[in-house]
């Protein structure tokens, strides 16, 4: 029997550091969604299984923690993805607002099998959705977003892989593998396997020049110039139409002067199988795993019946995290500014003082519990926080305030009213 | 069968105007919990069913929302309650930091059956934990913050209800009413039902001084008064000790200067079984139901093996929200600044202009879409947009840049790089 205090395997406590650095990140990347025009919603933690359900049932399915809602015996899933609520939202409660809709979420998805690194059951998403657009001008904004919220966040070495999947997708659609095939030779592109993707090839009859083009998917890697390189092979029209958009989403990028951080990737796909045309993902130097993905999924508020093209990204919070502790960039964080020690009988000085400091912005925590200045010192320095104000101590006269600066060990004494007089004018009450 | 749009009973979607004013209140929480030195903690959105289990059985039950874990078998439930959690999280990964801890957090809450008015099945919680601390002070501390917690967010007519759960535990305890009776006592006591009580106590023999005091519980409610009346009253000991801690509570209030916004409850008992000492509740004149509530909890920590005194409380936010609502008080709030329109066709001058607008801190949305300047400006004031900054358009000298402000039908034309420079260097470039 597993002790009360056990927590399910995949579920994160964060600490009040942990935490700290979190809503950091949060808000760093929220002012970058905001300062783009996008504003943000909630939705809801739980719905009715079929809003994250595809209609080719590719995608929830074992990924979905099910139950059943006892009023009416539907099944009832976490949020899986936030994508698809997302479009139920614009489909319903949002269908006659103006478009575009520039809407951004921060909330945690569910997923139960997430073997790959830093995966968690439950973990921190934070994206946009952008409604209503699908001039390449849409995927731009979404690419560029990526990049300076990368930057917000304080990454130092990233980059943004970017593909079109129409362009797999269109070679697929005119290959016709047999059914078992398909996923097999998607994953093998994705996964850049020359000698699988050789393997599955062979299965398939005729049209060696779809098949040259798709054994080339996995080299198409590159700068600007692997579009020129994806123009010399055999491609039907509706890659070639994706090629064409993927040109056009580059020069915009080149506009806003975002090259560097580029790098195209005809062999892109996407886990979801609504994507519908630029897709990309951005990964730190040295990682393996993508810390955000998006792109753009022209169908999928159409399933709830009101037909509109969309585009949208979302940063991995956990997976953030991990990058910037690899680099030693996590933000730094503190305990409150201030322990408030009062050794007086009245403490309706320490009270004052208290409300006083924190009408000035200060993290004040009283000290309540009874102990010597030493052992209140080391709860102090144990606790992070970086100065102790004391009030009534055998050390200092009477009707003075004793300040230590636990940082850097300094001290000093005021007159109580001085003190006083000091903060309320926003002068520096403080040891040097 | 219903449709694919449709949404689970109980849980809610935050369109971009519902979700900025939540945030905006919980901003202002969280600034009042923070100045207190609370520091913000992050929980799993759900847990093994035993964590929200109290050992009498009595409180989780058919209010949460529970799920088979597939690996273990063991069942797993939606976080009901987060004070169990916090309580799991302080006897395990915190169990050697220094005590006191000042713990906050913000998080949504699960729960089947609330009838009661402007309850969901999902509903938005935040509250601060104080772990390590039986004086009085800290439960004054509690009050003192949730009073500050009103005032902040903005709710001008308010009063807490501060009663102590032993008074009534104790008075129980010595009667001893048949299992079957106590809740029904109990709930009579808490809906001030004197009646029912009446008929209750009726079924008890014996002891007809307790059973005085507890038909005059109801009328104990009001000022510091009712606790002399409580002393002419034949209240056991464990009773008498509830009645000094609550009269130390209230002399500490009256230090904070707070006694005004205080009424004491004596019939104040509290829906989880694991309160132990002084519990209160925020009201909201006109309004029946509580914005806030909590209390001191000195044997749920125990029950992960680490005894340790505590108090703490929360806001309802959704509540909250409903009574800002009804007095006309809730926050402001609007769409992003500006709106960037450019018939240019090259993009550059449009890029370099929104970079410079946003590393100014300006919420700008680009207008990707293809439509005349009357399209754009009704965009812009349907999305709420104060300004619009144009460029390119047939109505303006080239290398100009046109402001249109919205809100108040005025307008300002500048030469693209006197625009440019008023905004780098800090200079308004708005119409008046």
Redesign the interface.
């Known amino acids: 029997m597993?002790p009360?205090?056990?927590?399910?395997?995949g579920?994160?406590?964060?600490?009040?550091e942990?935490?700290?650095q979190?809503?950091a990140i949060q808000a760093k990347l929220l002012s970058v969604f905001?300062?783009?025009?996008f504003?943000?919603?909630?939705?809801?933690?739980?719905?009715?299984l079929?809003?994250f359900e595809q209609p080719t049932g590719e995608d929830a399915g074992d990924q979905v923690?099910?139950?059943v809602?006892?009023?009416?015996g539907?099944l009832?899933a976490?949020r899986v993805d936030i994508t698809p609520?997302v479009a139920?939202?614009v489909?319903?409660?949002?269908r006659h607002?103006?478009?575009?809709l520039?809407?951004a979420y921060a909330a945690?998805v569910?997923r139960?099998h997430e073997p790959r690194a830093g995966r968690q059951r439950?973990f921190e998403q934070i994206g946009v959705e952008l409604i209503?657009?699908d001039?390449p001008?849409?995927d731009a904004?979404m690419i560029a977003m990526a990049v300076e919220g990368c930057q917000a966040v304080g990454l130092r070495a990233f980059q943004i892989d970017v593909g079109q999947v129409e362009v797999v997708r269109g070679l697929l659609n005119a290959l016709q593998p047999a059914p078992a095939l398909r996923p097999r030779l998607v994953s093998a592109i994705r996964r850049k396997d020359p000698l699988e993707l050789d393997l599955l090839l062979r299965e398939i009859p005729g049209a060696p020049d779809l098949r040259d083009a798709v054994r080339a998917l996995p080299q198409l890697y590159g700068g600007r110039e692997i579009l020129e390189q994806a123009a010399r092979l055999h491609f039907p029209p509706a890659s070639r139409a994706g090629l064409a958009n993927l040109a056009e989403v580059v020069t915009?990028l080149e506009?806003?002067?975002l090259a560097e951080h580029v790098i195209l990737d005809l062999a892109e796909t996407h886990a979801f199988e609504y994507y519908s045309g630029i897709v990309f993902g951005a990964f730190a130097r040295g990682l393996g795993y993508q810390l955000a993905s998006g792109g753009r999924y022209d169908h999928l508020i159409g399933?709830?019946?009101y037909p509109c093209p969309a585009t949208g990204f979302s940063f991995d919070l956990d997976r953030v995290l991990a990058a910037l502790a690899a680099t030693d960039a996590l933000p730094q964080v503190s305990?409150?500014d201030i322990?408030l020690i009062d050794f007086s009988p009245d403490?309706?000085a320490a009270?004052r003082l208290a409300r006083l400091l924190?009408d000035r912005?200060?993290?004040?925590?009283?000290d309540?519990?009874?102990r010597d200045l030493t052992g209140s010192l080391?709860?102090a320095r144990?606790?992070a926080i970086r100065r102790a104000v004391i009030l009534g101590s055998a050390e200092q006269p009477p009707e003075t305030v004793l300040i230590l600066d636990l940082a850097t060990e300094t001290r000093r004494s005021l007159p109580f009213e001085a003190f006083v007089q000091a903060v309320a004018e926003g002068d520096s009450p403080w040891p040097m």
């Open positions: 597993m009360r205090t056990a927590i399910p395997k579920v994160r406590v964060f600490t009040p942990e935490t700290a979190l809503r905001q300062r783009w025009g504003r943000e919603i909630i939705t809801p933690t739980f719905e009715y079929e809003v923690f099910k139950f809602d006892r009023q009416t539907r009832l976490l609520q139920r939202l489909a319903t409660t949002l607002a103006p478009l575009p520039r809407l945690s569910f139960y439950e209503g657009l001039p001008e849409a904004e915009i506009n806003y002067g399933q709830f019946d305990g409150p322990l403490k309706r009270h924190r912005g200060l993290a004040v925590a009283r309540i519990i009874k080391d709860y144990a606790s």
